[in-house]
Each structure stands twice: as C-alpha cells, then as structure tokens.
C-alpha cells in the first residue's frame, strides 16, 4: 500500500555525529517517511565537560570540601 503523506505528522530530531549537527525534521505519521527538514542545530556532545561537572556535583554533594566552616 502506497502512502499518500497525507495524514498528520511529528516533529523529530536526528543526531548527525559525523557533522555534528542536530537535524529537525518532520515524519508522516502513518508510514514515518522524512517529509521536510525544518532546519539544523550545531550539537556536540562534549563527554569531558560532563565528566568534570558530575566529578563537582559529586563534592558538593557529600565531599568534606563542601563543607563550610566559619
Ligand atoms: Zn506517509
């Protein structure tokens, strides 16, 4: 059965890692085909700059160092 792409779509996102963009597109809902790109977003995901802030997360948490003395 052909789909016509005539019924309601969703909005979604791919993630491109090569390119390091984020794409926004819309898919028919019926058959989930890519219908139009809505436009792309620069994303890098930057793993050392997460670890760094879980590590300061972590001290504030529960670390003597968080800890202020008068
Ligand atoms: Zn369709």
Not at 12 to 35: F, H, T
Request: hydrophobic residues 35%.
């Amino acid at each position: 059965m052909m789909c016509d792409h005539l019924g309601t779509y969703s909005g979604a996102s791919r993630y491109l890692r090569e390119a390091g963009e984020l794409r926004l597109v819309l898919l028919c809902d019926r058959c989930g085909a890519e219908r139009q790109e809505l436009g792309r977003v620069d994303y890098r995901p930057d793993p050392e700059v997460e670890r760094a802030r879980l590590a300061a997360g972590g001290a504030a948490l529960g670390g003597p160092s968080a800890i202020a003395l008068p």
